[in-house]
């Protein structure tokens, strides 16, 4: 062939288990904790109210989860797993190598709720378990990572393929885990449906 892809980017995404009566239990498990968990956590609501606006996150408050809670331990092994296929995939070299799981929070999206363009520093590959989308509840937006560079590139043909597209939006699915590599940026759009939108989302490093 004459053109050849080269320096792809990989996004995972899979149910978290192949049974949907578990998935359907855990989430009902996990999404009582997490209201719960907001309805604790002074600090978290604190620190949203300045940097999530409308919206709740133990991202900077209780963002260890896995440590004190059952619920999330549980959730833990699962992701694990996931997280292993998915460095497989990459060909990474873990062989003789530990993976861990370093931090894991809770968000909720009311309405209005949106997540700015970010990162994931200090980390290799991170994720999002999504626990309760409403119908219409916005997706996850990824960003290519190579847009800085375009400079004088022309715009994209409007029926672009997927994969030349600078943009790309993942659906927000209840029982399903989506990994992508730490430095991808990535955002969530304004909640526009009536109901809240809970996941709950973790950093994986390697040594």
Known sequence: MPVR????????SEPLVASATSLTRLNTE??????????????????????YPG??????????????SSTFAGLEKKLT??????AR?????????????????????????????????????????YVVTPRGCPGLKFEDPRLSKFMAAPPK???ARRANQAHIT??????????????LRHEV???????????VSFNFNWS
């Open 189 to 199: 759009a304004a909640n526009r449906t009536a109901e809240e939108r809970i996941s």
């Open 5 to 12: 892809a080269w320096f792809p980017t990989y996004i995972y």
């Open 89 to 129: 995939t990459l060909d990474m070299d873990l062989r003789g190598r530990a993976i861990r799981l370093t931090d894991l929070w809770v968000n909720i999206m009311p309405p209005t709720a949106a997540h700015s363009l970010h990162l994931h520093p200090l980390s290799f590959i991170s994720g999002t378990y």
């Open 55 to 68: 919206g709740y996150t133990s991202y900077a408050s209780m963002n260890e989860l896995h440590r004190f």
């Open 157 to 159: 043909l409007p029926g």
């Open 30 to 51: 996990i999404a009582a904790e997490c209201r719960q968990l907001r309805d604790f956590d002074a600090a978290g609501r604190k620190w949203s109210a300045k940097n």
């Open 81 to 86: 797993r996931h997280v292993r296929a998915f």
């Open 170 to 183: 993942y659906p927000a699915e209840a029982g399903h885990v989506l990994l992508f590599e730490s430095w």
